[in-house]
């Protein structure tokens, strides 16, 4: 498996970054400005098991001209990471193998679904439209923390 790259390897990237809410089912993703200020979901893709979403991560990379990746690791609020952040963590390695060039890291998405669901309370957002929507929410949320994050880095 690749070996993962750090937020420090991704802040010395300059351009785009691609977030990655990897799911079973739905995996959500969100991109930044070329100056990293602002996170925009993009939508989700739902092309079926951890090596075809890896392909599918790596070909919107591509296409969005994304110069890093940031997978979102759910970890436990007593900080461990359990069989899911595993799960993301290898995910994140199958994309770091497809992408030459690109700084691939994973960041704590903590409390973002909660963040998401919560939104999308309060906007009202409720059955199928809420499906479709909660994991692209969810991504944008994790790379606007990513970007905020970032720029306090020295």
């Given at each position: ?35 990293r200020l602002i996170a925009s ?33 759910p970890v436990n609020m007593d ?22 060039g690109v700084a691939v890291a ?49």
């Amino acid at each position: 498996m690749e070996e993962l790259n750090t937020l420090a390897d991704v802040k010395q990237t300059k351009g785009k970054i691609l977030s990655v809410d990897f799911g079973d089912v739905r995996t959500g993703l969100a991109v930044s400005d070329p100056s990293r200020l602002i996170a925009s979901g993009i939508g989700y893709i739902s092309p079926g098991g951890i090596d075809k979403t890896a392909d599918a991560v790596a070909e919107v990379a591509r296409e969005q001209g994304a110069v890093a990746v940031i997978v979102g690791l759910p970890v436990n609020m007593d900080g461990s990471q359990g069989s899911r952040a595993q799960r993301c963590s290898k995910f994140a390695s199958l994309v770091k193998g497809r992408l030459d060039g690109v700084a691939v890291a994973t960041f704590d998405e903590r409390m973002t679904t909660m963040t998401a669901s919560r939104y999308l309370n309060e906007t009202n957002t409720k059955g199928k439209k809420r499906k479709q929507v909660i994991d692209t929410l969810s991504a944008q949320i994790i790379l606007q923390n990513c970007l905020d994050r970032l720029k306090y880095m020295n």
